[in-house]
């Protein structure tokens, strides 16, 4: 855990503190605007970090009840939906001979915390996964979660792991249209299949790849995307959720494959073109194996 968090997280719990003593004193809740102001975003990516810190590598029960509420809505079809859910998860970790996670990037959102990290010990892997989190938090406690996890592979053809890369977010004044290049890639070149148009969202062949299995270079995305896409066919790959915060955006993908997967597609952009890839493919169970009905999107 970094001291700068562990600080941090102790200001923003006596500042928790104060805020309820003076809703008490004046009698009235705070309104929504006034309540999503009490945090700023780099609070937000705190709060994240530490939550996943605290149950996943501590193992510790009690932070269910510091850093969520009820309702919570559960995503992530392996794990049980709402804070009994949650709970079952911890004390199944409780189990494992070892858990741990490293943290490597975080996006915040408005109300959304992304984090993309290196899991060990999740149940149901052998080994290491990678995974990306989505967090939603209202008046400083998380009320939502998706996730998915794919097993941790060696480097791709050209030399990189799932995680390299640079982690540092940086160009927040241009989130909005960074979020908007990522989208209209996203719906143009991987939903339409246009890829004569993909040099209007990609540097030249400048695309590095993070993916397993697939190099650099857009030739090997376009290879990739035909893959699993069929022009004439109705979409396999349908957007759902677009997280951005600077140079990173995130998108949450239906893979409508087989197995179906949530997609967990990161895209770093530079200079006002897509830069770099990093993802997920989550395979999601069958609605019998489950472990909430909320659906993973």
Not at 61 to 85: K, M, Y
Not at 126 to 144: H, M, T, Y
Not at 256 to 267: I, Q, S
Request: proline residues 6%; contains cysteine; hydrophobic residues 35%.
């Amino acid at each position: 855990m970094q001291m700068e968090d562990r600080s941090r997280l102790q200001v923003l719990s006596r500042r928790a503190a104060l805020i309820g003593i003076m809703c008490l004193l004046s009698d009235f809740a705070p309104a929504k605007s006034q309540a999503r102001n009490q945090f700023d975003a780099s609070d937000l990516g705190v709060m994240a970090r530490q939550a996943t810190i605290a149950i996943f590598r501590d193992r510790d029960s009690t932070a269910v009840d510091r850093f969520f509420s009820e309702p919570f809505v559960q995503h992530d079809p392996n794990i049980g939906d709402g804070l009994p859910g949650l709970r079952a998860f911890v004390t199944e970790l409780a189990n494992s001979p070892k858990t741990n996670i490293t943290i490597y990037r975080t996006v915040v959102d408005g109300d959304i915390v992304m984090l993309h990290s290196k899991y060990e010990g999740w149940p149901g892997f052998s080994g290491p996964v990678i995974a990306f989190d989505l967090f939603r938090f209202k008046n400083g406690r998380i009320v939502e979660h998706w996730g998915g996890q794919t097993p941790e592979t060696g480097p791709n053809p050209s030399g990189h792991t799932q995680l390299d890369g640079p982690t540092a977010v940086v160009d927040r004044d241009e989130t909005e249209a960074n979020r908007t290049l990522v989208r209209n890639f996203k719906q143009v070149v991987t939903v339409e299949l246009r890829f004569n148009r993909v040099d209007e969202f990609i540097g030249g062949d400048h695309y590095v790849q993070h993916a397993s299995n697939v190099g650099d270079g857009t030739a090997r995305m376009k290879a990739r995307v035909s893959q699993v896409e069929k022009p004439g066919d109705s979409p396999v790959l349908i957007p759902r959720r677009y997280i951005a915060d600077g140079n990173f955006v995130l998108c949450l993908v239906e893979a409508r494959t087989e197995p179906p997967t949530a997609n967990y597609d990161l895209f770093r952009v530079e200079n006002g073109k897509i830069a770099e890839h990093w993802d997920v493919l989550s395979v999601i169970p069958s609605r019998a194996r489950r472990k909430n009905s909320n659906g993973p999107f």
